[in-house]
């Protein structure tokens, strides 16, 4: 049974997930040495042995396992495993390197935005229905996305590469039946020779067969940083429902946004209208969210008709994580 207590602490560790996703932000800027490209390779290899001893602990190998065997079933189901590597690479590297390269704030904005492209495109490709909330929400997105056009004739390639890019690597995940921590551990296993590629190239941590302590510490605990992350993400799953956690989502590109104007991004005056815009859209986004949720702790306490027991629904499936 989910109590309060138990859902109090799905939140703070929700919440402390995404401090440290933000932490990650801050730090990836104070890696001036080491390009986007040997950040990322550090970030994968450093965080992979962490993903696969929650794994192992968790008992999830089964799900690994059955996407192994795809591979030999299923005709162009590899190909499929390499696509969504590839594009779950693109949006870690990004995440990585936007920090240091003025790119936080147009990343950030990406992840206000992410969740209305997330409802469009489940409505496009899954014909998933769309309330009232959600319509009026998209409404509000595609004002301020207008307001961006008009201003700069273009939306910052990086916003687009959030927005797009990882409804594009769920929708894939959803439609290859790969949408679990299974899934996830394949794209990071598949992607670890290009880390490695990354790392040895840059040579900034490791020139030759010697070590640049001076950089090799910031960069375990920037490893240190991205696994408890996801460790506590991942912690939080089961003490929360999916609505719950869906509001929890907009805790993160908060912080992203603060981070970037703590390193010095500014939003210029003609850009307020499009925040405001999307800003409104999130918060319509949770007030429909807070309204499941209280729909949900109403109906979540049932009387037995025999013993008089309190009981509640049956818990949700784990959520997964984004970073």
């Not at 696969?52 to 190909?79: M, N």
């Not at 687009?160 to 679990?180: E, K, Q, S």
């Not at 993400?233 to 003490?239: E, G, I, K, V």
């Amino acid at each position: 049974m989910q109590t309060d207590q138990n859902i109090t602490l799905g939140v703070t560790l929700n919440i402390i997930a995404s401090v440290f996703f933000a932490l990650m932000f801050a730090q990836t800027s104070q890696l001036t040495a080491l390009d986007g490209e040997e950040i990322f390779g550090w970030r994968m290899c450093l965080t992979f042995p962490c993903l696969t001893a929650f794994i192992a602990l968790k008992g999830y190998w089964p799900q690994v396992i059955s996407i192994y065997q795809r591979l030999y079933r299923e005709r162009h189901f590899a190909l499929t495993r390499l696509i969504s590597a590839l594009l779950l690479s693109v949006q870690l590297w990004l995440f990585v390197w936007a920090p240091g390269n003025g790119h936080g704030l147009a990343v950030s904005l990406g992840y206000f935005i992410l969740p209305i492209t997330m409802v469009i495109i489940g409505r496009m490709a899954f014909r998933d229905q769309m309330s009232r909330f959600q319509k009026l929400a998209c409404a509000f997105a595609v004002l301020g996305i207008a307001n961006q056009m008009v201003l700069s004739q273009s939306m910052a390639w990086p916003t687009l590469a959030v927005c797009l890019g990882y409804p594009g690597y769920f929708w894939l995940r959803r439609r290859t039946d790969t949408n679990n921590i299974g899934g996830l551990w394949f794209d990071m296993a598949l992607a670890l020779p290009f880390s490695l590629f990354f790392i040895i190239q840059g040579g900034e941590v490791v020139p030759g067969l010697s070590i640049n302590m001076n950089l090799l510490w910031p960069v375990l605990g920037l490893g240190l940083i991205s696994a408890l992350a996801l460790t506590f993400q991942a912690l939080s799953a089961p003490h929360l429902n999916l609505s719950l956690f869906g509001l929890l989502i907009y805790v993160e590109p908060v912080l992203l946004m603060l981070v970037a104007l703590a390193l010095g991004e500014t939003i210029r005056p003609a850009e307020w209208p499009t925040y405001i815009a999307i800003w409104l859209s999130v918060i319509v986004l949770m007030a429909e969210g807070i309204r499941g949720l209280k729909k949900w702790k109403a109906a979540r306490v049932v009387i037995a008709p025999k013993q008089g027991a309190m009981q509640t629904p049956a818990s949700q499936d784990e959520p997964a994580g984004r970073d």
